[in-house]
């Protein structure tokens, strides 16, 4: 069973920064992609920025440039870098892990740090 464990949130005034760290406990960090989420009071989530095994990175239009997404597979944890930080940014976030489909594919969630920016 995988566990992840989101750490990072908090309150910060636009123009902030803050980092998010979600660590996962287990063994298959290293073969998982790794994601951020985000979901705002009566929005749908949605995927902000994403990391392949390989560290090929993707990221939602509404962050390129202002957040950075990395991973340390030797503490198997996944970062995400947030600058330059907008009211528009405030939502709740989610760590994702996902396996391979060769292992399965399925999804694991942390249970989301809160991030809240004021103008």
């Known amino acids: 069973q995988v566990q992840l464990v989101e750490s990072g949130g908090g309150l910060v005034q636009a123009g902030g920064s803050l980092r998010l760290s979600c660590a996962a406990s287990?063994?298959?960090?290293?073969?998982?992609?790794m994601g951020w989420y985000r979901q705002a009071p009566g929005e749908q989530r949605e995927s902000v920025a994403t990391?392949?095994?390989?560290?090929?990175?993707n990221y939602a239009d509404s962050v390129k440039g202002r957040f950075t997404i990395s991973r340390d597979n030797a503490k198997n944890t996944v970062f995400l870098q947030m600058n330059s930080l907008k009211p528009e940014d405030t939502a709740v976030y989610y760590c994702?892990?996902?396996?391979?489909?060769?292992?399965?594919?399925?999804?694991?969630w942390g249970q989301g740090t809160q991030v809240t920016v004021s103008s």
């Open positions: 994702q892990l996902k396996l391979p489909l060769a292992w399965g594919g399925r999804d694991y």
């Open positions: 287990g063994s298959i960090f290293s073969i998982a992609a």
């Open positions: 990391i392949t095994r390989d560290s090929d990175t």
